[in-house]
């Protein structure tokens, strides 16, 4: 696996900079490297967030709510100015619930469009469900679709 700063060498500056952003908390660098109607999604939102207002929005809640870290490990040329990066994602569970919650890792992959310098639009791809069975144990033994419940409880409890 890379290390942090060996991964971050060859991304695009909008993309290097985003995960710099992202794990220095840093809300007002990470939405400004996206267009005034940029698009973000990941497999862990109910839906997209569209232009500033919403994605400040998001990251503002997640910050807040779930210490995350992105790493690196490897990058893929996409077409039409998209770059794909290939992450681990290290962080503890909920805030709220520190202290009955585990640490978890997952792999997965961010799509990062870029157009004139800025992000356009970024899908981030992982499994959600092996982080909510890696925070809270007993989850392991619950079916997939109750854990869906009560993520989508959580993001409603959280404004999102």
Not at 5 to 33: K, Q, Y
């Amino acid at each position: 696996m890379l290390d942090n700063e060996d991964a971050l060498t060859p991304l695009p500056a909008p993309v290097g900079r985003w995960i710099v952003a992202f794990n220095a908390r840093d809300l007002a660098t990470i939405v400004s490297l996206y267009r005034d109607d940029a698009e973000l999604f990941d497999s862990g939102m109910p839906r997209p967030r569209h232009g500033h207002t919403e994605i400040e929005r998001w990251f503002r809640w997640r910050f807040a709510s779930t210490p995350i870290t992105y790493i690196p490990t490897g990058e893929d040329p996409g077409e039409n100015g998209q770059v794909i990066v290939a992450w681990i994602a290290r962080g503890s569970g909920p805030r709220l619930l520190s202290r009955f919650t585990r640490s978890f890792e997952v792999a997965g992959k961010s799509y990062f469009t870029l157009s004139d310098g800025v992000i356009k639009k970024q899908h981030g791809v992982y499994d959600h469900l092996s982080v909510l069975r890696q925070v809270v144990p007993l989850f392991k033994w619950l079916p997939s679709a109750f854990m869906r419940f009560v993520y989508h409880i959580y993001l409603w409890r959280g404004g999102q």
